[in-house]
C-alpha cells in the first residue's frame, strides 16, 4: 500500500448533469454531489469498505479505515464512477453513485448513498465550493484587464511621442513594431500569460455550471478600455 497522500478532492463533473467531490483523504469523511439544484451528501467511516478489501485479501495484515479511504480516493481519482438516481417510499431523492475499479487483480465495487444535505451545508457548498471561486477568478481577470490595459495606454503614449519627435526632426519612423521602455520595464509577456491562465481557469469553472459559457471577456485582438 502507498504511503503517499492522494493530492486535495477537486470538483468533477460524472454522469447526468452531476457533479461530485469525494473528500476521502482527511476527516470529515464524506462525498458532496449536485445538479445545481440539489446538494446531496454521504458521511463515510471506511467500515464497509475495509471488510470488502479483507474479504478479498484473507489472512493479510489488518489496515486501518483511514488507510483503506486512501485506496479508495485513488480508485475514485482513476475511476469513471456512474449515477443513478433512486427513491424511498417517501419520494425523499437519493443519489447512488458506484464504480468498479481493479486492485492487484481484483474488482472492486464500491457504492456510495447520498441524502440530500442540510440547508445550511448546501449553502456552504453552493457559496464557499462553487460560486466564491467564481468571483474571486473574476476579480482577479478584472484586476489583469486593468494592469495590461494601462501598459498598452503607456505604449501607445510612447510610440506618439517618438513619432512626433521623428517629425519634428524629419524623420520618418521605419519600425512597425516598436519595443518601448513600458514593454522593457515590466513582466509585460508573463503578465499576458497569466492572465491567459486565468481565463482558462475560469472557463473551466464556468463549464461546471453551464453548458453555455459566455464569451471570454479579453481577447488578445479585441483589447478596449475597463468598463
Not at 489496515?63 to 438516481?85: G, M, N, Y
Not at 489583469?144 to 524623420?171: N, P, V, W
Request: glycine share 4%.
Amino acid at each position: 500500500m502507498s504511503d503517499s497522500k492522494p493530492v486535495a478532492s477537486r470538483w468533477r463533473r460524472i454522469e447526468k448533469g452531476f457533479i461530485a467531490k469525494f473528500e476521502l483523504a482527511e476527516l470529515p469523511y464524506r462525498v458532496v454531489a449536485t445538479d445545481f439544484g440539489t446538494v446531496f451528501t454521504c458521511d463515510v467511516d471506511g467500515v464497509g469498505f475495509r471488510q470488502q478489501r479483507e474479504s478479498h485479501y484473507p489472512g493479510e495484515e489488518s489496515v486501518t479505515d483511514h488507510d483503506v479511504l486512501l485506496e479508495v480516493q485513488s480508485l475514485v481519482d482513476r475511476a469513471d464512477p456512474r449515477i443513478e438516481e433512486v427513491h424511498n417510499g417517501k419520494e425523499r431523492r437519493k443519489l447512488k453513485i458506484k464504480f468498479t475499479a481493479e486492485m492487484d487483480g481484483i474488482q472492486f465495487e464500491w457504492v456510495f448513498v447520498l441524502q440530500p444535505a442540510s440547508p445550511e451545508l448546501s449553502q456552504v457548498v453552493v457559496r464557499d465550493e462553487l460560486v466564491q471561486p467564481l468571483l474571486d477568478v473574476q476579480s482577479a481577470l478584472t484586476s489583469q484587464r486593468d494592469k495590461l490595459f494601462r501598459l498598452l495606454l503607456a505604449k501607445d503614449t510612447e510610440i506618439l511621442a517618438y513619432k512626433s519627435e521623428m517629425e519634428k526632426s524629419g524623420l520618418c519612423p521605419i519600425r512597425r513594431s516598436l519595443i518601448t521602455e513600458a514593454f522593457e520595464s515590466t513582466n509585460f509577456l508573463s503578465d499576458w500569460d497569466e492572465q491567459e491562465s486565468l481565463i482558462a481557469t475560469t472557463s473551466d469553472l464556468r463549464s461546471l455550471v453551464s453548458n453555455n459559457l459566455e464569451e471570454r471577456p479579453f481577447k488578445r485582438r479585441n483589447v478596449g478600455p475597463p468598463r
